[in-house]
């Protein structure tokens, strides 16, 4: 059962949800109750196959086994972190950390599929990050209890597409019970996002697409030529993505307030950004804010520490050059997505190139009428970098 | 801190049970019969997927409705409903379908309306490009598609049920419908015969019977917000009221020569816009193609034993494809005589009244452009719905 993706889904989580309301309006703690549904939703949703409402065993071993192999992966790291640390053991921690995902992407490339189920990369970010973070020694103190630890791996309104969380946010929200008044805005807020959600996935996402998308690039009836039709492709798949995704992340920050829990934000208008990094600050926060901190920054920490490059420009190309190739095969490893990643570390370097510049020569004044400019631009240059995204080019 | 207050949900719940139960009896006498009137011209997807406004058109002993696809928006002084019009024929008509209404749209419709029918004549609009090899397609199904027609299909209790089957095994080969789980396991129960899967399958039923009654309670809504558009209907009074039948076809040839500027019999405005840019392209580009064999047949049908299930007597329309059009596009015409045979014997066998023009694929300005029937066509068209609904 896919999450969020048709009504019967809220429907069972609506009544569900009904204990750990009054229980939270009551000023009581929900902790224990969440956890409870969590494993009869984690169950359906990746237990039942909907359609003919089947068991998915596949599925359901796939994210036992991979489970267990994360948890286990973080505990013996933490544990060996407490006395011991050396680069070479965090290193093999990581990559065993993400081998279950790049076994995932690469193994149907040999028409093997072996394991593969929903959110596989999500809850790998995830365990990823708290290695990465045990190795910096912030979580030197603490003992991670494994019902916790699962329950934030597989914390059901996130677990297929995030947004993901960090364990330190997740853990303090864990530990708190919201007093009365504290929970009343939580689900304010929640319900808020959840009809939020529903008017842009189901109401605006699905007119686009039944409305318009379906029938482009070449299927308007000799309406559109050629060009006409990819171009208007273009924009109408941009605005469908984001107001789909958009929909989807409101679902999973409602019923996260909901269950007590505040998970950050996926999107901030996106399409009003005033230049490419602006973008990235605004669209898919929580991923791009998690390449940012552990691979941009860590390569950059690393080239810095190590030497081995001067020029400190030079290095942080690399490491938008890496973030976004990384980005962008982590979509999948087709060469759309690559060209995808490739187009958008282009962008933020000709940009960052440009900034500098412009620093200098002071020729791009800051004015209304230059943001307005702005977003304009960033808009098409986005709107194309999801047209190569769509794989309709090729 | 911003002061907490959920009265506003509360007010969007109540506010959504009041129209959720809001008395039917109210909004229908909202509906006039200006609005209905428009309606049967307007071909609103709304109406033929949805099941009110279809019954309202219907009342009258003298409704005699066109069932067809995209002709049905060719207007011209010719077309059946200003004919019946202008020439005040003892019977009415209005129009269901639009373009990519094809025979399985039409059984949904037809097993919605069931027995309202039954007693009615129609007219059944049959076009030779629905029989491509591939049949009906998803992006020709979807957009027609009524969940509200799907859902009550699953309930129908008047329908033959060998004929209900049929048609639900049908539908279940669309995605829009594989994509419905509860409509998806309601049909599987029913082919079933209520044997396989009875939990499910009833549980799939008391979910289905909620979201059956919400999509006529939304007909109804929508029922108010069709009929608003006044299109161009071209009508020409004078060229058809007190004229006889050899009057009415040289007036329609008249007409049609006027807007007609190549050797093709293709109305200019079609021929400028989907033609000429591309005249060179699409020498042969039918060469390939055959419609003696496809999906749609059995489809067909489908409307076949529809009509005959609800007792309706309809009249089935066979059009021919335009010959010289289709010469030059490399569907020859040994493989159009093929699929005209094929037709003529099918509706043959269907027992049901029918007429067939396919003799008239070089008559000029029968058809307006590659396929579609106007003009000349119309004229005869209505002097056979005037005989038909004369003749019982």
């Known amino acids: 059962m896919i ?9 069972i989580i609506g009544i569900l949800l009904i204990p750990s309301v009054i229980l939270g309006l009551v000023g009581r703690s929900s902790k224990k109750y969440n956890m409870f549904i969590s494993v009869i939703i984690l169950a359906l949703i990746f237990g039942v196959r909907m359609g003919d409402f089947s068991i998915n065993w596949k599925s359901f071993i796939s994210i036992t086994l991979f489970t267990v192999f994360q948890v286990l992966l973080i505990k013996c790291y933490h544990k060996y972190r407490m006395t011991k640390n050396t680069a070479s053991i965090f290193v093999l921690a990581v990559i065993l950390g993400i081998l279950p995902l790049v076994l995932v992407k690469v193994l149907p490339f040999f028409d093997l599929h072996v394991f593969g189920f929903l959110g596989v990369s999500y809850i790998t970010f995830k365990a990823v990050q708290i290695i990465m973070e045990t190795r910096d020694g912030m979580m030197k103190k603490e003992n991670i209890a494994i019902s916790e630890l699962i329950y934030f791996l597989l914390f059901f309104p996130t677990v297929s ?9 997740f853990d303090k929200d864990f530990k708190t019970i919201p007093t009365k008044d504290a929970y009343r805005e939580m689900l304010y807020k929640g319900i808020n996002s959840i009809f939020l959600g529903f008017f842009y996935k189901f109401i605006v996402a699905f007119l686009l697409y039944n409305k318009v998308l379906m029938y482009l690039p070449d299927r308007t009836f000799g309406n559109l030529n ?3 039709g990819h171009l208007m492709y273009m924009y109408v798949y941009s605005l469908h993505l984001f107001f789909d995704f958009a929909g989807y992340s409101c679902f999973a920050i409602g019923v996260s307030y909901i269950m007590g829990v505040k998970t950050p934000q996926n999107f901030n208008l996106p399409f009003i950004s005033r230049n490419i990094k602006d973008f990235w600050n605004r ?78 020569k002071k020729i791009w004044k800051d004015n209304k009428w230059t943001h307005a400019l702005g977003i304009i631009i960033t808009f098409h240059v986005v709107c194309f970098g999801f047209y190569i995204f769509s794989g309709t080019l090729f | 801190m911003k002061k907490i207050t959920f009265i506003p949900l509360f007010i969007a719940v109540v506010l959504f049970l009041v129209f959720l139960f809001f008395p039917n009896k109210i909004i229908e006498k909202w509906i006039s019969d200006d ?19 279809q019954s309202r058109m219907l009342k009258g002993d003298n409704m005699m409705p066109i069932f067809g696809s995209s002709e049905l928006v060719r207007f011209d002084p010719f077309h059946p409903y200003n004919y019946t019009k202008a020439a005040d024929t003892p019977y009415d008509t209005y129009l269901v379908g639009r373009g990519g209404t094809q025979s399985l749209t039409h059984f949904m419709n037809i097993a919605e309306q069931g027995k309202d029918l039954r007693g009615k004549k129609v007219v059944f609009i049959i076009s030779p490009q629905w029989f491509v090899k591939e049949g009906l397609d998803e992006f020709h199904f979807s957009p027609n598609y009524s969940m509200l027609q799907s859902y009550d299909l699953a309930f129908n209790k008047t329908m033959d049920r060998s004929l209900r089957k049929r048609g639900m095994e049908r539908l279940l080969q669309f995605d829009t419908v594989q994509r419905d789980h509860i409509l998806r396991t309601m049909y599987e129960y029913e082919l079933s015969d209520h044997k396989e899967r009875k939990i499910l399958g009833r549980a799939a039923k008391f979910v289905g019977s909620f979201t059956r009654q919400l999509q006529h309670k939304k007909d109804i809504y929508y029922s108010l917000f069709v009929g608003d558009f006044k299109g161009d209907l071209k ?18 040839e008249q007409y049609g020569s006027e807007r007609v500027n190549n ?22 580009y039918k060469s390939e193609e055959e419609y003696t064999e496809s999906p749609e047949y059995e489809d067909l049908q489908l409307v076949m034993d529809a009509f005959k299930d609800a007792g309706a007597k309809p009249l089935f329309v066979s059009i021919p494809l335009n010959g010289k059009w289709y010469d030059y596009a490399g569907f020859d015409k040994d493989r159009r005589d093929a699929y005209y ?52």
């Open chain 1, 161 to 169: 597409s995030g947004p993901i969380d960090r364990w330190k946010r």
């Open chain 1, 283 to 360: 669209w898919h926060m929580s991923l791009s804010f998690w390449f940012r901190d552990y691979v941009y920054m860590r390569f950059v920490f690393w080239m810095t520490k190590k030497k081995w490059i001067k020029n400190r420009f030079v290095v942080s190309y690399i490491g938008y050059f890496l973030l976004f190739f990384l980005m962008g095969i982590w979509h999948g490893l087709e060469l759309h997505f690559v060209v995808y990643g490739l187009y958008h570390a282009l962008l933020i370097i000709c940009f960052d190139k440009f900034e500098r510049w412009n620093k200098k």
């Open chain 1, 3 to 11: 999450p969020y993706s048709d009504f019967t889904f809220f429907y």
């Open chain 2, 35 to 53: 609005r209905v009137e428009l309606a049967k011209t307007e071909m609103n997807p709304l109406v033929y997927q949805g099941a009110y406004m």
């Open chain 1, 226 to 228: 050629f060009f006409e």
């Open chain 2, 235 to 252: 009508a020409q009074p004078e060229l058809v009221e007190d004229r006889t039948f050899a009057e009415q076809i040289k007036a329609s």
């Open chain 2, 341 to 392: 045979e094929k037709m003529d014997m099918v509706l043959e066998k269907s027992g049901h009244a029918y007429v067939d023009y396919t003799n008239h694929e070089d008559d000029p300005y029968f058809l307006t452009d590659t396929l579609h029937i106007g003009w000349k066509g119309w004229v005869y068209l209505d002097q056979t719905m005037d005989d038909f609904y004369k003749h019982d």
């Open chain 2, 263 to 284: 050797d093709y019999g293709i109305s200019s405005h079609y021929y400028n816009k989907k033609i000429k840019p591309k005249l060179a392209l699409l020498k042969d």
